[in-house]
Protein backbone atom coordinates (compact mmCIF):
# COMPACT_ATOMS: atom_id res chain seq x y z
CA UNK A 1 0.00 0.00 0.00
CA UNK A 2 2.98 2.52 0.33
CA UNK A 3 4.10 2.13 -2.71
CA UNK A 4 0.50 3.18 -3.90
CA UNK A 5 0.32 6.06 -2.21
CA UNK A 6 4.20 7.30 -3.04
CA UNK A 7 2.62 6.89 -6.14
CA UNK A 8 -0.69 8.76 -5.75
CA UNK A 9 1.04 11.72 -3.76
CA UNK A 10 3.61 12.12 -6.92
CA UNK A 11 0.12 12.55 -9.22
CA UNK A 12 -1.00 15.14 -6.74
CA UNK A 13 2.40 16.95 -6.51
CA UNK A 14 2.43 16.81 -10.36
CA UNK A 15 -1.30 18.21 -10.76
CA UNK A 16 -0.63 21.13 -8.19
CA UNK A 17 2.81 22.26 -10.22
CA UNK A 18 0.51 21.70 -13.51
CA UNK A 19 -1.66 24.34 -11.75
CA UNK A 20 0.92 26.64 -10.91
CA UNK A 21 2.52 26.59 -14.33
CA UNK A 22 -1.03 26.98 -15.88
CA UNK A 23 -1.28 30.04 -13.88
CA UNK A 24 1.70 32.09 -15.08
CA UNK A 25 2.04 34.62 -17.27
CA UNK A 26 5.52 35.99 -17.95
CA UNK A 27 7.53 33.39 -20.31
CA UNK A 28 10.67 32.90 -18.57
CA UNK A 29 8.74 31.50 -15.21
CA UNK A 30 6.75 29.60 -16.73
CA UNK A 31 9.13 27.37 -18.96
CA UNK A 32 11.28 27.56 -15.96
CA UNK A 33 8.57 25.89 -14.06
CA UNK A 34 7.70 23.49 -16.94
CA UNK A 35 11.04 22.59 -17.13
CA UNK A 36 11.20 21.52 -13.13
CA UNK A 37 8.12 19.66 -13.54
CA UNK A 38 9.51 17.69 -16.19
CA UNK A 39 12.70 17.11 -14.25
CA UNK A 40 10.83 16.00 -11.44
CA UNK A 41 8.08 13.40 -13.35
CA UNK A 42 10.94 11.95 -15.45
CA UNK A 43 13.52 11.76 -12.49
CA UNK A 44 16.17 13.73 -14.32
CA UNK A 45 19.55 14.92 -12.69
CA UNK A 46 19.30 18.19 -15.47
CA UNK A 47 17.29 19.59 -18.35
CA UNK A 48 17.36 22.27 -20.88
CA UNK A 49 14.81 24.17 -22.82
CA UNK A 50 15.50 25.33 -26.39
CA UNK A 51 14.14 28.21 -28.30
CA UNK A 52 13.86 28.60 -32.14
CA UNK A 53 14.87 31.95 -32.99
CA UNK A 54 13.70 31.97 -36.69
CA UNK A 55 15.89 35.61 -37.31
CA UNK A 56 18.91 33.48 -37.08
CA UNK A 57 17.29 30.10 -37.78
CA UNK A 58 19.23 28.53 -34.23
CA UNK A 59 17.88 27.30 -31.12
CA UNK A 60 19.28 29.15 -28.02
CA UNK A 61 19.48 28.24 -24.48
CA UNK A 62 16.66 29.47 -22.53
CA UNK A 63 16.28 27.89 -19.49
CA UNK A 64 19.45 25.54 -17.77
CA UNK A 65 18.16 23.38 -14.45
CA UNK A 66 21.54 21.13 -13.16
CA UNK A 67 24.94 21.62 -11.83
CA UNK A 68 27.16 23.34 -14.16
CA UNK A 69 29.13 20.24 -15.42
CA UNK A 70 26.02 18.65 -16.92
CA UNK A 71 25.46 22.26 -18.53
CA UNK A 72 28.02 22.29 -20.72
CA UNK A 73 27.77 20.05 -24.55
CA UNK A 74 30.15 17.42 -24.81
Given at each position: ?19 QIAASTELDA ?45
Amino acid sequence: MTTQMSRLQQYVEVIQQANQIAASTELDALLDKMLGLIISVTNAEAGTLYLYEAATNELVFKVVHGNAASERLV
